[in-house]
């Protein structure tokens, strides 16, 4: 069961072409920039036990997990074989179109933490994706929601494209909060770039989080 947050036409996107036919070439290149990806590994670091059985959803040939822990286990959940096979990262994964099947293939309380980067900003049904990540997910586990404000703009949906960095935020913590996620937290930090121009004090792109519990 699910509780449903956003209107029909928020799940609108100019893209209506089936989502498998845009990714079904891989894209072996980073969608994020350095600074953006060495916070977001910090943040793993920080916020994962190395004990912790890990499900990334939305991934792809990076993971962006400290290449120093060994988790238990990494189950990877991406659009496009080619670059799951290539991750290093994954003990295991599967290939899945959430917007038409947001049922995940695992048993209840199978995983400790789900991770989504720079993916949910995608998903049409991302009320029954939230509810599906808290089956599968152990009492007192975790989730962690990161995006920049990096978008294909005519994938997203609607509630996405009109809304701004704080709306983006509020709108993943509703709807974790509306179907079961609890102690759900926001984080919005500034990330230098790289190399000359970060020394410099030069900006990459934000960093923004949100963090939910599963608390039954």
Known sequence: MFTKVLTDAQRFKLDQEPDHI????????????????????????????????????????????????????????????????????????FVQDFNRDPTLPLQEGFVDVCVVVAAWQYWTRPEEVAAEMLRVTRTNGTAIVAFSNRMFFAKAPQVWTDGDDREHLDYVGTVLQANGWGDVKVLAEETKTGGLMGLMGGKGEPFFAVTARKQI
């Open 22 to 93: 845009f990714y079904q070439n891989p894209r072996f290149v980073q969608h994020l920039d350095d600074g953006f990806r060495a916070r977001l590994t910090e943040f793993y670091r920080e916020q994962i036990p190395s004990c912790a059985t890990v499900l990334d959803l939305g991934s792809s040939w990076v993971s962006h997990l400290p290449d120093n822990v060994r988790y238990e286990r990494v189950i990877g959940h991406g659009m496009n074989e080619a670059e799951l096979t290539a991750n290093p990262r994954l003990d295991s994964y």
